[in-house]
């Protein structure tokens, strides 16, 4: 009697497709990847640096600093919204100190260099001779998003609107503006920014590591939608008519989402601090009828810390030299699978992820 062929030689274009698999290890544990992408991503993309509330007033100004570069944004005297990089030309002293504050002038703390809004050398303190005219503060790109105050440091990439792209269109349905800031939350986390990065982008992990969000959704629903643009996306607990809601993350790369609630939204920036260390900063905004808010918060930390916690096991176990790389779920882990092929272009290939508009994205399966 004849043996029949395996099922699989016998249907050959029945074959399950090929599951994709996450960066290598190297990327998360290897240090020397930090400079790259200090200067391929960081150095490049806009960066959400804070808010327009901080920056009402002549004189008023905010520093970051963004994966290493320390900034400052100032409302001048004119009314225009200036950045700098925090570094003073001489020894490189700081202009403003960290924070946020009020300065009518901009002087070096360090030995008392002056300089006009603009940026321009106005005096060179009992220095003893001319300095040179070309000597001054180094300018960088500044924009506003609806009350979101965005920095770029490369000349090269596009204008703010421009690089948002859709995103801008995706959220005009959403009210932001009247919102009041509420409060921030730091968290110093030891990861590296992609492991918090990649915990963002899927919610697979949600029924095992949030039980307290996962009782107040259909966490087992929670998907990862694309619009055209990887380096955006919507994180939808299901809904039937596809419109924004509380409850809705509007995530965008490298390390920004904007997170909506009831009665006000937050944002959420994963900033790194070296290869090993990044920083989870939330911004709370409010409208003033909303009577839950400081519950909304509290119940938004706990998931904050749950996820901090948790990445900082990820890392270790990372960084332990026993996991390679793993398998993607297509279901859960679409969103990783289009950052992570957009990180190698960027890393490898110079960038075309950087371009902005469409690009083939990858959706949730059912
Ligand atoms: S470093 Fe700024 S004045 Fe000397
Ligand atoms: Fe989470």
């Known amino acids: 009697m004849q043996v029949p062929p395996p099922a699989a030689a016998a249907a050959p274009n029945s074959a399950p497709p090929a599951l994709a698999t996450s960066l290598p290890v190297e990327y998360y544990a290897d240090p020397s990847y930090w400079p790259i992408e200090r200067r391929e991503i960081f150095g490049r993309e806009w960066q959400c640096v804070g808010f327009d509330y901080q920056l009402r007033n002549p004189g008023d100004y905010l520093t970051e600093i963004v994966a290493g570069w320390p900034i400052f944004v100032q409302r001048?005297?004119?009314?225009?919204?200036?950045?700098?990089?925090?570094?003073?030309?001489?020894?490189?002293?700081?202009?403003?100190?960290?924070?946020?504050?009020c300065q009518a002038n901009l002087v070096c703390r360090y030995h008392g260099w002056a300089f006009g809004g603009d940026g321009s050398l106005i005096n060179a303190r009992d220095f003893g001779a001319d300095v040179p005219g070309d000597v001054g503060l180094t300018p960088i790109r500044v924009g506003v998003w609806r009350s979101v105050v965005f920095v770029c440091l490369s000349e090269e990439t596009a204008g703010l609107d421009e690089w948002l792209g859709g995103w801008d269109e995706r959220m005009a349905e959403?009210?932001?503006?009247?919102?009041?800031?509420?409060?921030?939350?730091?968290?110093?986390?030891?990861?590296?920014w992609k492991t918090y990065g990649d915990n963002f982008l899927e919610g697979y992990h949600v029924p095992l590591i949030h039980p307290g969000l996962a009782r107040q959704t259909e966490a087992t629903k929670y998907r990862v939608w694309n619009y055209g643009d990887r380096r955006w996306n919507v994180h939808l607990t299901p809904h039937p008519d596809d419109a924004l809601q509380p409850g809705t993350f509007m995530c965008f790369w490298p390390n920004f989402s904007m997170d909506i609630f009831p009665g006000g939204w937050c944002t959420e920036r994963w900033l790194p601090r070296g290869p090993h260390t990044t920083d989870l900063v939330f911004d709370y905004f409010f409208f003033d009828d909303c009577a839950e808010a400081d519950e909304i918060v509290k119940q938004s930390e706990e998931v904050a810390q749950e996820d901090a916690e948790f990445c900082d096991l990820v890392q270790r176990n990372l960084d332990a030299g026993i996991y390679r790389q793993g398998y993607l779920s297509p279901?859960?882990?679409n969103g990783l699978m289009d950052w992570h092929e957009m990180y190698l272009e960027v890393l490898t290939e110079g960038g075309p992820a950087r371009g902005v508009g469409p690009h083939p994205v990858r959706n949730p399966t059912s």
């Open 174 to 192: 959403w009210p932001i503006e009247g919102a009041r800031f509420h409060s921030r939350s730091v968290r110093t986390m030891n990861c590296n």
């Open 76 to 101: 001048g005297t004119d009314g225009e919204l200036r950045a700098f990089h925090n570094v003073c030309p001489h020894r490189g002293g700081i202009i403003v100190n960290d924070g946020q504050g």
């Open 331 to 333: 279901r859960h882990e």
